[in-house]
């Protein structure tokens, strides 16, 4: 993302700009990679929609900021960007952290709901289920560095405690 700003900041010959929000950008993003570097890499579901069970893949973008949020995507092993899943296919992964993106109209309570039901699962047991807004997970740009931001606070609280 951040190349991709630079090359359009030339085409639109707005070089500087560009070049100042790539800095600022990667300085948040360092202020998340650096501090959870030093913590395992918890094994995070993150469910992008509930009914079908849809998830992050491999080369999918929210594996690429789980991972950078020091998160292990129980998921991104396992088909090229949003492949649907069983339920029984991730409850066997055993994740320890659960991460629904809230869509709003009520759909976020009841995927609540259905994860909560599965409460002998390492992530509901330990009170590791989470909601997180979809439009800073999901689309390309700028914002997915607040989805960074984001994701690591519940994959990583103790690397942000002060």
Request: charge should be positive.
């Amino acid at each position: 993302m951040l190349d991709l700003i630079s090359r359009l900041g030339a085409l639109t010959k707005h070089p500087v700009p560009a070049a100042r929000l790539v800095t600022a950008l990667d300085t948040r993003i360092r202020r998340v990679v650096g501090p959870v570097a030093a913590f395992g890499r918890p094994r995070v579901l993150y469910v992008l929609w509930p009914e079908p069970v849809i998830v992050p893949g491999r080369g999918a973008l929210v594996s690429e900021l789980i991972a950078l949020a020091g998160g292990d995507s129980v998921t991104a092993d396992r088909g090229e960007g949003y492949p649907r899943y069983s339920l029984e296919a991730i409850v066997a992964r055993a994740p320890h952290i659960i991460i629904l993106a809230d869509h709003g109209a009520g759909l976020d309570t009841l995927s609540r709901e259905q994860w909560e039901r599965l409460s002998a699962r390492p992530a509901v047991k330990a009170g590791r289920l989470f909601s997180v807004d979809h439009h800073v997970m999901h689309h390309y740009g700028p914002r997915v560095v607040d989805g960074l931001e984001l994701l690591a606070r519940p994959i990583h609280p103790e690397a942000f405690t002060k």
